[in-house]
């Protein structure tokens, strides 16, 4: 079996997971009607979504060792499109956020352990071509999105936009039983139960806190108080972890200079490029007075730019080297989020095409080498508690992407005294977040020349390959 049939069907369960949580945005208006809610109450659909994918995500490494990767990955497919199908018969506000916790709960699993099943199919040296695949799903879901839930509202009912996941969830089970191998450990630790209640109250309650921050779904004092808990739970874990001998998220980990530069750097990194779908569809819905569908059509040059990524990141990394594409294509990456701030209502779109589509390309890379790099040092038997560490990373920076993006919109409205929200409000925001993607810079500077070497080396020749594939099995 191919191993890039592997990696195919990961993407798909990939991409089915981040469409799905940014494709109800634009429906939301449209779902709180029929529900007879208000459309700012139903926003707590995508919050609990993110807080049951906090909760989860650390617990998925120690399940998929306990109870085997494939074994995980396909009850997370169930439950995610059980969850997903539930949505779509939901009749009241109670029933559709329920429904979107459990959900949760399966994105928190299918992702981490898709990507562990990869990191376990596939050999060092060809780590890199297969990352970027999932990097694709990973960028066009956020940009696909918020267009195709505006068409599915539009054209049929807002229900289908769930109901959909179900043959592809479908299909994506049958494909996980037939081509992924059951990875597991022979011997796996008792689950640290402190450990994943301290955890589980600290991040949801950051990433709680961060995604209320600007949206008027609670007071400023309760979303503050939700990140103080959040944060004094986390501090409470890094004392805990310190002391047992299996944490749940092994904070030595971070004592890899690969692995820290992927969490830390990748998280500076993430943080404008999880704000940027956030704030384009605003800038040129709002702003310009594009439609969902019109500002859709420009935005999906992000997602082509990302594709034609894919054949050439391994061999710029490995010709150029890990440390200075990390190092330069930071900065490249955020002067192209910079470059937002210049747009206006008479800027061509022509223009904001060709700027989405270069920068998507510099972006994927970007996301590429950081993914990569996180496990170019990690042992096989740390591989799962390291895409764990790695997973609450990304969904923190991602959660925290908006929250800055959200905070600069709402200090620029402040500042105004008008509720109303401006296209000179935008700038401030894309530059603020270009700067902490630009920041990420500075942590990749700490790592040796040498960083991922293990990863640029050449495949070997397919015979060659297959026959050190087999030994490893």
Not at 365 to 389: C, H, P, Q, W
């Amino acid at each position: 079996m191919p191993r890039y049939f592997v990696t195919l069907i990961v993407a798909v369960a990939l991409f089915m997971e981040t469409m799905d949580s940014t494709v109800i945005a634009t429906s939301l208006p449209v779902i709180a009607a029929d529900l007879g809610e208000d459309p700012i109450a139903l926003k707590l659909a995508i919050t609990s979504y993110l807080l049951s994918l906090a909760v989860f995500i650390p617990v998925s490494g120690w399940m998929a060792d306990r109870f085997g990767a494939r074994t995980v990955f396909r009850m997370a497919i169930v439950v995610f499109t059980v969850g997903s199908a539930a949505c779509g018969f939901a009749e009241s506000l109670f029933d559709f956020v329920l429904f979107r916790i459990v959900q949760g709960m399966g994105g928190a699993m299918m992702v981490p352990v898709g990507r562990l099943v990869i990191l376990r199919s596939v050999p060092k040296a060809e780590l890199i071509s297969a990352l970027a695949w999932l990097t694709i799903p990973a960028l066009m879901g956020p940009v696909l999105g918020p267009p195709l839930g505006g068409f599915i509202t539009t054209m049929f009912d807002w229900r289908w936009i769930f109901w959909i996941n179900i043959p592809i969830g479908l299909l994506g089970f049958l494909l996980a039983t037939r081509y992924i191998a059951d990875f597991r450990e022979e011997e796996v630790p008792p689950l640290d139960i402190k450990g994943f209640f301290l955890s589980g109250i600290g991040l949801s309650g950051i990433v709680f806190g961060f995604t209320t921050i600007g949206q008027g779904l609670f007071p400023t004092e309760i979303v503050f108080g939700l990140i103080a808990i959040g944060i004094t739970s986390c501090w409470l874990y890094v004392r805990h972890a310190r002391k047992t001998p299996n944490p749940l998220l092994d904070l030595n980990l971070l004592r890899i200079d690969t692995f820290y530069a992927s969490v830390v750097g990748g998280f500076l990194f993430r943080i404008g490029v999880g704000a940027s779908p956030f704030l384009l569809p605003l800038f040129l819905q709002l702003g310009f007075g594009m439609t969902p569908l019109q500002s859709g059509m420009l935005t999906f040059a992000t997602a082509v730019g990302a594709i034609a990524m894919k054949t050439t990141a391994a061999p710029i990394l490995r010709r150029v080297g890990f440390k200075r594409v990390l190092v330069w294509n930071a900065v490249i990456s955020a002067l192209f989020i910079a470059t937002a701030s210049l747009f206006s209502a008479a800027t061509p779109s022509a223009v904001i095409m060709a700027v989405l589509l270069v920068g998507g390309f510099f972006r994927s890379l970007e996301f590429t080498a950081v993914n990569s790099l996180a496990y170019a040092d990690i042992g096989d038997r740390d591989m799962s508690k390291a895409t764990s560490f790695a997973s609450v990373g990304q969904q923190l920076s991602m959660s925290a992407g908006v929250a800055v993006a959200a905070l600069v919109l709402e200090f620029e409205r402040m500042g105004r005294g008008s509720q109303d929200v401006l296209a000179s409000d935008f700038p401030a925001a894309f530059l603020v977040v270009a700067a902490f993607a630009a920041s990420s810079a500075f942590v990749f500077m700490r790592l040796p020349k040498t960083a991922g070497s293990s990863l640029a080396t050449r495949a070997h020749p397919v015979g060659e390959t297959q026959k050190d594939a087999a030994g490893q099995d």
